[in-house]
């Protein structure tokens, strides 16, 4: 009986200890794939984090599905950006992962955060969007934006009196969005209103952040690992030195070509390679963009000889077809989220790869060989 009740007592304690099974593998989620990607590189020889939003789908408007609410449920610690750039996971995150270790990457100490930008496509915004320049007022918008006649954008961002829409809520009457988009339990929105521009990944330095506030935040939760997750820490952060100094001097030739985007989500890698952005079709994926801001971004095309648009994996870009019809525009597909991209440690620097050479292929193409 004594050696009965001694084997059931082992049997407990290895299966119970710290509520789960000693020198399991930890159950770690990542919502999206550059943060997951990190997470494997600090998880290498231990474990594999899952990951919530794959394929072609977009963080902004991705709703879950049982099988992800299966495995939130199981997780030791769930990994997102936060409630701005994913409201629609933010509700089921926060009824599934009470108990569990939630990090909201955006709120990392040692970020740099820039303030968001709206994208009428006519002011230039491909440089100078940083907060040490002091281009942020109340309301987190750059000077340069300043919503002056020169500009002509006050109409569309709701800044008149006419319109009497006040500048916290900046909805346009064209597209009927009202206050209630805001996601429950966040000061920011996406587009218009929202403080800082989520798309935080895209600067390296952010990524060695983050990666960092992974390894700590894993080594608090599974201290049995924390050498390994300090090993690989260590090995991470230096290849990603490597990685910005290598796109830095990648995209030197081009750096100066003017080029417009889909989707207004690309300012921290833009300032990290002194890119030339000239406009964007939305700063909201969720809004379709007015007769005005289309005709506004025509004219920029014209007015800065742009010379590639460059749409996303993520979200349908027909409209782009009306913005350069006739006009003598290339033609490209950023992939920011690693949509063509495998799962894994090497993930996030394919993803950076991936986009620079792609904006050096249309902005800087090789020129054909003559006969």
Request: glycine share 10%; net charge negative.
């Amino acid at each position: 009986m004594k050696k009965f009740s001694l084997w059931i007592s082992t049997i407990v304690i290895i299966f119970t200890c710290n509520g789960q099974l000693l020198g399991s593998e930890p159950r770690i989620v990542a919502s999206i794939k550059p943060i997951h990607s990190l997470a494997s590189a600090i998880m290498v020889g231990v474990g594999s984090p899952a990951l919530l939003v794959k394929g072609i789908e977009s963080p902004h408007t991705y709703q879950l599905i049982p099988s992800d609410a299966k495995i939130i449920e199981n997780a030791d610690v769930l990994l997102w950006i936060g409630p701005s750039l994913e409201p629609t996971l933010a509700a089921s995150i926060s009824s599934l992962a009470k108990d569990k270790k939630v990090i909201e990457l955006s709120k990392t100490s040692g970020l740099v955060l820039l303030p968001n930008r709206e994208a009428p496509g006519a002011h230039g915004h491909g440089h100078g969007h940083d907060d040490e320049h002091g281009h942020d007022d109340e309301h987190g918008h750059d000077d340069e934006h300043g919503h002056e006649d020169e500009h002509g954008h006050e109409d569309e961002h709701g800044h008149e009196d006419e319109h009497g829409h006040e500048d916290e809520h900046g909805h346009e009457d064209e597209h009927g969005h009202e206050d209630e988009q805001e996601s429950e339990g966040s000061d920011e929105k996406e587009g218009h209103g929202m403080l800082h521009d989520m798309h935080i990944w895209l600067d390296i330095g952010n990524a060695k952040v983050m990666a960092q506030e992974i390894a700590v935040t894993l080594q608090n939760v599974f201290p049995e690992y924390q050498n390994e997750f300090e090993t690989n820490l260590n090995n991470v952060l230096p290849r990603l030195d490597a990685l910005e100094t290598e796109l830095q001097k990648q995209a030197e030739p081009f750096a100066g070509s003017p080029y417009v985007v889909f989707h207004d989500a690309y300012q921290y890698l833009e300032k990290k390679l002194d890119l030339n952005n000239v406009g964007a079709v939305t700063a909201n994926v969720e809004r379709t963009p007015g007769v005005k801001r289309i005709s506004e971004l025509r004219q920029t095309i014209i007015d800065t000889g742009a010379v590639c648009v460059f749409s996303e994996p993520q979200f349908d870009a027909k409209i782009l077809q009306t913005i350069t019809e006739g006009t003598e525009l290339r033609s490209g597909e950023l992939d920011p989220l690693g949509a063509g991209v495998g799962e894994g440690p090497e993930a996030y620097f394919e993803i950076m790869r991936n986009m620079v050479s792609t904006l050096q292929k249309c902005l800087n193409p090789v020129p054909t060989e003559s006969g």
